[in-house]
Structure formats: C-alpha cells, structure tokens
C-alpha cells in the first residue's frame, strides 16, 4: 500500500496520533526549558529596568516581556511551590557605550513580595498583578500573558494544528502532486462491486428489519387477469385447465387376489429324482445326484 492509496481518514487518524503525542510532550516541559538558554536576572533588576523611562531614541529597557501562567512545581526537595515565569529581552549597556539586545529569564514565587516589602499584599499576589501596578506609574511598559501554554491551548494548537496540517492540507498536496506527475497514479477502484447486490432502503423498516410487501387489490386484479388470459389461450388449443361437469370421477383399480396351489415341480424332473437328489455344501447347500456310499473312492 503506497501512500496515493492512503484515504483521507487514514491521514485524519495519523494527524490525531501526532497531535496527542505533540499534546503530551509539550505538557510535560516547564516554561523554562521550552525557552531554551538564557541569562538569569533578579527580580529587583527587572523591576529597576522596567521603572526607568525611554532612551533617548525612544526604547524601553525591557521588551518582549511575556508573564507565564501560575502552576505548581515539585522541588529538589520534595515540596511543592506555586511559580510564575517570566521571560523577555532587555538592553545590555556595553564598556564601548553601545547597548546590546540579551534574553532573560527569571522565575517569582506566589504569592509574590515586591522589592521593598515584607509580606506579600495577599496569598495569591502574582508578579502580573505587581506589573500592573507599575503600569499606572509608567505607561510604556509592555507585556504579553503566555496563555498559549495553558493546558487547553496546548491542546487545541498542537493537536489541533495537527489534524488540521496532516489531516487536511497533506492530502490534498499529495493529490496535486500525483496530479502532477510527482508520484504513482492512484490504482483504478475494482468495477465489480459487490455492494451493488444489496438491498434497498425500501425493503427495510426504520429499526433495519426486512418488511413484507402488502399485496393490493390491483396486485389482485392483475392475477386475476392473467388467469383469465391464460385459460382462453388454452380453450383455444383446445386444453382446459378445469374437468367438465359431466367428467365421471376416476375410481382406484382393485388389487387382484393372487390364489394358487402348491408349487409345482419344474418340467422334466421327476418325483424320484427329486427325491434322490442330497444337499450337500459347506457354506450352502449344493443339490448333488445321489449315489451309494460302496461307490465313493476311500482315501
């Protein structure tokens, strides 16, 4: 089987398979290891970055800053934290007085302290409400929140995307292609199709049980003259389908009464000789003449 005899629900059901496998290894990474190396930066340093205002060419300090969602991790240690991640880019002031574009990451506990104080505002203080805090003192500051990793959108971008890709844009590629002349014509489907000798739908009931088929008065009025039809074809090559009136009714013959006397001997074979006839024989008897003993050779 080459892949032009492959049906579209075959490539529905691969583009399943891949999207669950894409679904659960995706799920299975943290935020910090899908955003691959980066330089690790303190929250006190992020949050000087993001309150001093433009350059004078007009750029932010911080951008691209993208605040993940809130999940709960296992340490080292066996304890289990709630975290918020956080990534983005931010200018790096170099010794010749350029400033260079560098990634950075970094990850804040919930409920999260703000530099300066001692306790968080509440149990479920996230670092994203602490942002948005910043943005009434400092409008330019930009984030995006990072709902493509939450469970469902994982689910509906990976597999999705997947069923959609392998499902429904390949096989019409690999059509255009065979179309082409980029690949095997397609093998011409069998003429003789059995499914032609199926029953009708009007032969069934709506449960799929077979229906017997009522018979009309007009079913009656055509047998009835066909009958007719065929008795005057039949008068006129002078048989009759029905005996006449005046027909006498057969009677069964009588069984003759077989009589006789004693059987009576074959012609030409006498009283005596049938007499002096012996039956003599090992398995069956053998009629044989009869003669005297003194005449039977001794051994």
Same mark, same amino acid.
């Given at each position: 089987m080459g892949i032009e005899d492959f049906k579209r629900w075959h490539w529905i059901a691969i583009g399943l398979f891949v999207g669950v496998v894409l679904t659960y290894t995706r799920l299975q990474l943290t935020p910090d290891e899908a955003a691959g190396a980066r330089a690790g930066k303190s929250v006190p340093e992020i949050v000087g970055l993001l309150m001093t205002p433009k350059t004078d060419k007009g750029y932010t300090l911080v951008y691209d800053l993208a605040i993940y969602p809130v999940q709960s991790v296992v340490d080292v240690q066996g304890v289990t934290r709630r975290t918020s991640f956080v990534s983005g880019m931010y200018w790096e002031k170099q010794p010749s007085g350029k400033a260079l574009p560098k990634p950075f990451q970094l990850t804040t506990e919930v409920p999260f302290k703000p530099p300066g104080t001692?306790?968080?505002?509440? +149990?479920?203080? #996230?670092?994203?409400?602490?942002?948005?805090?910043?943005?009434?003192?400092?409008?330019?500051?930009?984030?995006?929140?990072?709902?493509?990793?939450?469970?469902?959108?994982?689910?509906?971008?990976?597999?999705?995307?997947?069923?959609?890709?392998?499902?429904?844009?390949?096989?019409?590629?690999?059509?255009?292609?065979?179309?082409?002349?980029?690949?095997?014509?397609?093998?011409?489907?069998? +003429?003789?199709?059995?499914?032609?000798?199926?029953?009708?739908?009007?032969?069934?009931?709506?449960?799929?049980?077979?229906?017997?088929?009522?018979?009309?008065?007009?079913?009656?009025?055509?047998? #009835?003259?066909?009958? +007719?039809?065929?008795?005057?074809?039949?008068?006129?090559?002078?048989?009759? +389908?029905?005996?006449a009136a005046d027909t006498p009714v057969s009677r069964p013959a009588t069984v003759r009464k077989l009589e006789g006397g004693p059987l009576e001997l074959a012609a030409g074979v006498s009283a005596a000789e049938q007499a002096a006839r012996e039956f003599k024989g090992e398995f069956y008897p053998v009629a044989r003449p009869a003669g005297h003993k003194d005449d039977e050779p001794t051994p």
């Open positions: 001692r306790t968080p505002p509440s +149990e479920t203080y #996230t670092f994203r409400q602490y942002v948005d805090e910043l943005r009434t003192k400092n409008p330019d500051i930009r984030y995006s929140y990072a709902w493509w990793t939450l469970p469902p959108a994982v689910a509906g971008l990976s597999g999705g995307g997947s069923l959609l890709l392998i499902g429904g844009v390949w096989p019409m590629v690999v059509n255009l292609m065979i179309g082409a002349g980029f690949g095997r014509p397609k093998k011409a489907a069998s +003429e003789y199709d059995l499914d032609r000798f199926g029953k009708s739908a009007e032969d069934d009931d709506s449960l799929g049980r077979p229906t017997g088929k009522l018979v009309t008065q007009a079913d009656h009025d055509k047998l #009835t003259a066909l009958q +007719e039809s065929l008795e005057r074809n039949l008068a006129a090559s002078g048989v009759t +389908e029905t005996p």
